[in-house]
């Protein structure tokens, strides 16, 4: 069974930073794809950033720049470095693994900015 749990949400002021974390189960994590997602309210859900397992990053236009994907294999965990956060990035921030034809996701964890 694959749980994902993310964490380091928050509220935070434009400009601030956050780092979300994604605490994986060890099974198939070295050799799975990472992404981050997210929703706002009123929106559909949309790609932020993905990380492959031989760690090439692919990021939404809308966060180029500002946040930054990474990962440690040894721990499990995919990271979201989030800097000169806006009011715009304001949504609930989910993590998702992919192995071969599965896909999981976390339970999401809130980012708030305020102007």
């Known amino acids: 069974q694959v749980q994902l749990v993310e964490s380091g949400g928050g509220l935070v002021q434009a400009g601030g930073s956050l780092r979300l974390s994604c605490a994986a189960s060890?099974?198939?994590?070295?050799?799975?794809?990472m992404g981050w997602y997210r929703q706002a309210p009123g929106k559909q859900r949309e790609l932020v950033a993905t990380?492959?397992?031989?760690?090439?990053?692919n990021y939404a236009d809308s966060v180029k720049g500002r946040f930054t994907i990474s990962r440690d294999n040894a721990k499990s965990t995919a990271y979201l470095q989030m800097n000169s956060l806006a009011p715009d990035d304001t949504a609930v921030y989910y993590c998702?693994?992919?192995?071969?034809?599965?896909?999981?996701w976390g339970q999401g964890t809130q980012v708030t900015v305020s102007s």
């Open positions: 998702r693994q992919i192995y071969g034809s599965g896909t999981y």
């Open positions: 990380i492959s397992s031989d760690g090439r990053t």
């Open positions: 060890r099974t198939f994590f070295s050799i799975s794809v």
